[in-house]
């Protein structure tokens, strides 16, 4: 029993809490006083009609979009806003809508490079690529090894992401996301432009990582099953402002969701 | 006219084969040059691929370099400390380039950064002469340990000299480059240049910080700067003249393609070559000094066939 109430408790946990955010462009007004909150292991998604805000949204949180108003709390830390390496060294890792690597370099510098924070050595051991630095590299290359076995992409290790397909081009994305082994963890879109078993093997993904490292994952998606299928709780913007937030029961059959998606004669 | 074409096709072979000691001697001089010119078109592509900024003051950089170490031992530090506190120098130069003039200018277009290099190059001729003077300067080359005699070859019955500064010249260009290309293709700060050179965005989000990159790069490019400074300044003078010479990056990167390190090599060695050969068997045609154009005229009849270079990714824009 007691340990079921920790289980609760730690399910319960707030990772990240976004209170009364307000972003506007010149005079468009993107996100208007959003607030939601995503709780520590749970997979939340943000859904809504293309121009809700969502991508704004992502991107107030990992720091490339500065608030008017409102503020941020990240593992207990409150901000209005952070530079993205910021967010990046508190552990907030993210893959965008339009895939968004390192086109000239190969599917494993690209993970490597997820790395990045972990990696300590100074410029002085890299200029001889000596020492220390070829030790660190090692043991990190051992990591996104591991990586890319749990993905399933070991035969385009060394294949240019460039050359890719993009299904293929989206994984690799996710795995360089998650070799900073991220608190809470941004998908843009994950399965945008996938053919059906595309989305099967990166809903699996999804939800393995989640499953498996207790990752915190937070996604913007299209495809309703798959949102329905995955997520633990909904919040739903519509024209910069949340209509609903709940599970993905409540989420469906609320009338303004539905008004939304649907259209409505006013 | 048949003397004309006779001059252009038959002629300059016939001297060739008769003489094919001073082919190789010309061949080998303009594979010195060559070198140079790939050192500094390196340096453009290096700051090029990592913020996108055509610097114009590459060139100045150059000469700012060497300036710097034989003003520091004329005002009587020792070569070597001289040549460690140039370093420094490039260091120096590199953080401040980030922190004046790219700092503020994060997000701006390609153009203005470039206008803002070319104010930087201006800053530093000015800096530079208030601070060096303006007269030529002689290079301390066996100050800092360069070799000055030559080596000669007995090759296909007559005699071939190289400057031994020359080789030196072209043993440092190829170590430089062999340094650089592991240091970018097997170091994390190494992946991190490439990585902000692909994606600025998806570089921010997995951590890595432009500017420190930045201040990275620029370095690099000033170390590659001096380098080019000294050797260059070991066969001529130290003058700002040598800046303009520099301008000869520009049809090298036309050929080798704005984005990559090997086309700046064989784009220089190209360029390098080609002039020489040009002004030696074919300037005499039209009363010489060929060598200042030749190579725009080349880089000109180039991108009419590859503007995108010789290793330059072709731009594919989805429609």
Redesign the interface.
């Known amino acids: 029993m007691s340990a079921l109430e920790t289980f609760v408790d730690a399910a319960d946990e707030t990772l990240l809490a976004v209170e009364g955010v307000t972003l506007s462009f010149g005079g468009v007004q993107a996100i208007k006083d959003v607030s939601f909150d995503i709780k520590k292991g749970e997979i939340r998604a943000i859904i809504g009609p293309n121009g809700a805000g969502k991508t704004s949204m992502l991107n107030v949180i990992?720091g490339?979009y500065h608030p008017q108003k409102g503020k941020i709390t990240f593992k207990g830390n409150t901000r209005t806003d952070m530079?993205?390496?910021v967010a990046?060294?508190q552990g907030i890792?993210?893959t965008?809508q339009n895939v968004?690597?390192?086109?000239?370099?190969s599917t494993l510098?690209n993970i490597?490079?997820?790395?990045?924070?972990k990696?300590t050595?100074n410029?002085f051991w890299?200029?001889f690529?000596f020492g220390p630095?070829e030790q660190?590299?090692l043991e990190h290359r051992e990591f996104v090894e591991r990586i890319i076995d749990f993905l399933e992409i070991q035969h385009i290790r060394k294949t240019p992401v460039g050359r890719l397909p993009y299904g293929l081009q989206k994984r690799v994305e996710l795995g360089?996301?998650l070799a900073?082994q991220p608190d809470l963890l941004l998908l843009d879109e994950p399965m945008a432009g996938m053919n059906l078993e595309e989305k099967e093997d990166m809903s699996r993904f999804v939800i393995d990582v989640n499953d498996q490292f207790g990752t915190t994952i937070a996604l913007i998606e299209h495809d309703m099953g798959v949102v329905m299928d995955l997520s633990n709780r909904v919040v739903v913007l519509d024209h910069g402002e949340k209509i609903a937030d709940g599970t993905p029961d409540e989420v469906k059959s609320n009338q303004d969701v539905i008004d939304a998606y649907l259209g409505v004669a006013h | 006219m048949g003397e004309i074409l006779h001059g252009i096709f038959i002629n300059p072979f016939i001297e060739i084969a008769g003489a094919p000691d001073l082919f190789v001697q010309v061949l080998w001089e303009g594979f010195v040059s060559g070198t140079l010119y790939a050192l500094i078109a390196l340096g453009f592509v290096l700051i090029f691929k990592a913020s996108g900024v055509f610097n114009f003051a590459q060139g100045i950089m150059v000469v700012f370099g060497a300036l710097s170490l034989v003003g520091l031992f004329a005002a009587g530090v020792p070569a070597w400390l001289a040549l460690i506190l140039c370093i420094g120098i490039m260091f120096g130069l590199a953080w401040g380039v980030e922190r004046v003039v790219l700092r503020n200018l994060v997000n701006q277009e390609p153009i203005i950064l470039f206008m803002a290099t070319i104010g930087l190059n201006y800053f530093l001729i000015g800096f530079g002469e208030f601070i060096f003077g303006g007269e030529p300067k002689t290079m301390i080359t066996s100050e800092i340990g360069l070799p000055t005699g030559s080596f000669d070859f007995e090759v296909l019955g007559g005699l071939v000299s190289l400057q031994q500064i020359d080789v030196s010249a072209a043993v440092i260009a190829g170590l430089l480059v062999a340094?650089l290309a592991?240091?970018f293709n097997?170091?994390?700060?190494?992946?991190?240049l490439?990585?902000v050179?692909?994606?600025h965005?998806?570089?921010?989000?997995?951590?890595?910080?432009l500017q420190q990159i930045w201040v990275?790069v620029w370095f690099a490019a000033g170390i590659v700067a001096l380098t080019t400074g000294i050797m260059w300044g070991a066969r001529s003078d130290v003058s700002f003249a040598l800046s303009i010479v520099a301008l000869k990056a520009l049809p090298v990167l036309i050929l080798g393609g704005f984005t990559s390190v090997p086309g700046a090599i064989v784009g220089g060695l190209i360029i390098g070559i080609s002039e020489k050969l040009a002004e030696f068997y074919w300037g005499p045609l039209v009363g010489g000094s060929i060598e200042s154009w030749f190579p725009y005229f080349l880089a000109l009849i180039f991108l009419w066939f590859r503007p995108q270079g010789l290793f330059g990714e072709r731009i594919i824009e989805r429609v």
């Open positions: 990992n490339f530079r993205p390496h990046a060294t890792s993210r965008f968004a690597l390192f086109r000239g370099m510098d490597m490079t997820g790395r990045t924070l990696m050595t410029l890299h200029l690529r630095a660190e590299e360089r996301a900073a | 340094g592991v240091f097997k170091t994390r700060i190494g992946r991190a490439r990585a050179a692909d994606d965005q998806a570089a921010m989000s997995v951590g890595i910080t990275i």
